[in-house]
C-alpha cells in the first residue's frame, strides 16, 4: 500500500446514507444500477459478504426512483394488493433462505405488470437459493445477479478516514497503515473500529496513535471471541 494514502476515489451522493465510495469491488455493481431502468428483467439481485455495502448501494438506487424499502417477512406478513399503487419500485434487503416462496412470485408478478423494478440484496446469487417453487426459481435465475467483493485497501482506507472525520478525528498514516493491516474487512468492521477508537481516545484521553490501534484492535478481538 502506498504510504502516502491518498484516496483518490469518487464520491456518489446517497440518501440518509451518506457518501459512496465507487472502487473494483462495487464498479460492476454500481454500472448495473446506472443502466436502470433498461434492466433486462424486472429485477436485479445485488449479493456479496456481509458489510461489503449491499444496503448503502442500495440506497444509492433509492435516491434516484424513491423506491420503497421492505424486508422479505413483509412480503408474506401484507398482501401486495395493499401497497399503495404509486409503489413502483422496491427494494427487498437482506434475502435469504426460507422465504415465503408463493407470497414473493406473486409480489414479483405484481411489480412486473406495473411496469416497476426490484432490487435485491442478498449474501449469495439466486442460483444458489434452494427454491422449490419452479416459477419463481426461473424467474429469479433469469435475471441478472451482480457481486460485490469485500473491499480493498484503498476503500476501506478511504471509509475509515471518512467515518473518523465525520467523528472529527485525524489519523496518521502509520496507524491507518497498522489498523489496514489487521482488522476485518468490512464496512461494518470499520464503524466498529471507528466507534470504539473514539470511544477510548475519549473516555482515556489519549491521541489517535498505534498503541491506541493496538488495544482496540485486541478488545473488539476479544469480543468476538467471547472473552
Known amino acids: 500500500m502506498n504510504e502516502q494514502l491518498v484516496f483518490d476515489l469518487p464520491h456518489r451522493a446517497a440518501l440518509d446514507a451518506g457518501d459512496f465510495l465507487l472502487a473494483a469491488c462495487n464498479r460492476d455493481a454500481v454500472a448495473w ?13 445485488v449479493h456479496g459478504p456481509a458489510g461489503s455495502g449491499k444496503t448503502h448501494m442500495a440506497f444509492v438506487w433509492r435516491a434516484r426512483n424513491g423506491a420503497r424499502l421492505m424486508h422479505p417477512e413483509e412480503i408474506a406478513a401484507q398482501p401486495f394488493s395493499a401497497f399503495d399503487d404509486g409503489d413502483r419500485n422496491w427494494i427487498v434487503d437482506d434475502v435469504a433462505a426460507g422465504f415465503d416462496e408463493e407470497a414473493f412470485l406473486h409480489f414479483y408478478n405484481a411489480v412486473a405488470e ?18 422449490a417453487l419452479a416459477d419463481l426459481r426461473s424467474r429469479l435465475t433469469a435475471a441478472p445477479a451482480v457481486a460485490i467483493g469485500r473491499p480493498d485497501n484503498e476503500l476501506l482506507g478511504a471509509v475509515l478516514v471518512k467515518l473518523l472525520g465525520d467523528r472529527q478525528l485525524t489519523v496518521g498514516p502509520d496507524v491507518l497503515i497498522y489498523l489496514l493491516a489487521r482488522m476485518e474487512r468490512s464496512f461494518s468492521a470499520a464503524r466498529n473500529v471507528v466507534a470504539a477508537l473514539d470511544r477510548r481516545a475519549l473516555a482515556e484521553r489519549r491521541k489517535l496513535s498505534i498503541p491506541l490501534a493496538r488495544d482496540v484492535l485486541t478488545e473488539l478481538n476479544d469480543g468476538r471471541n467471547g472473552a
Open 33 to 45: 444500477l446506472d443502466r436502470w431502468p433498461e434492466w433486462p428483467a424486472p429485477l436485479l439481485t
Open 114 to 131: 406495473r411496469g416497476g423494478s426490484i432490487l435485491l440484496t442478498a449474501r449469495t446469487p439466486p442460483s444458489r437459493w434452494p427454491i
